[in-house]
């Protein structure tokens, strides 16, 4: 098992263009996560879903969308990135419960000029 | 409000010299207390969950140690590859998300 993957590894946007990470996972797991990780903040939920088909609001939404058509993929956009969401973006997913282990991918470190 | 504090924030040690760090939370109603350990560029690694107070596991040269209000992580004769960042979290009330803490960074030098 590959486990948790994510796509790209790295990006540079200009600010107002657009773009797609994608995180997919081989274990079957129900729920998916996405966050964010600044220096100073630690991480920050910004959505996540409790299965195909479902997505939720975390801590910090603005700007982002997401969306999970197939259970192994869990995609998040940004349809006008800005300065402030330059981050390192983390994918985790979880088997059956919110409460189970998180497992997490290795990351999307985004650049926003 | 969830909260969850590390300390310290960056902890320097000898190769062979023991510690601990502390994570105390507040959150109503414990779910699970998690240690990961990040590496520089890389996602977070799961190492322990601890569901109540009084629970212990270990790992290696790690034990993870839970109470009602606080999580320690000793490290017994650290070695240099035991240099990263651990992280600790905590479910919120609802269950529906981690609340992380910002972090301890460990170096160990030999």
């Known amino acids: 098992n590959a486990g948790v993957t994510q796509t790209p590894k790295f990006r540079v946007l200009k600010t107002g263009q657009s773009m797609t990470l994608l995180c997919a996972q081989d274990m079957n797991h129900e729920y998916m996560y996405w966050y964010r990780q600044d220096p100073g903040m630690g991480l920050r939920l910004i959505h996540y879903s409790v299965g195909e088909g479902t997505t939720a609001k975390g801590e910090v939404p603005d700007g982002y969308n997401v969306s999970r058509l197939k259970k192994q993929n869990f995609l998040l956009g940004l349809e006008s990135a800005a300065p402030s969401q330059t981050s390192v973006y983390f994918c985790?997913?979880?088997?059956?419960?919110?409460?189970?282990?998180?497992?997490f991918g290795p990351g999307t470190r985004l650049t926003v000029l | 409000e969830d909260q969850v504090t590390q300390s310290p924030e960056a902890l320097r040690l000898q190769e062979g010299e023991s510690s601990s760090l502390n994570c105390s939370y507040t959150v109503s109603g414990l779910r699970g207390l998690f240690w990961y350990r990040q590496d520089p560029g890389k996602g977070p690694e799961f190492l322990f969950t601890l569901y109540s107070a009084g629970e212990e596991k270990e790992k290696e040269r790690l034990k993870a140690t839970l109470t009602k209000k606080e999580s320690f992580l000793h490290i017994t004769a650290p070695k240099p590859e035991d240099s990263a960042t651990y992280l600790c979290a905590v479910h919120n009330q609802a269950g529906t998300a981690l609340i992380f803490g910002k972090g301890t960074t460990l170096s160990v030098s030999s």
């Open positions: 985790a997913s979880t088997p059956r419960r919110s409460t189970d282990t998180q497992y």
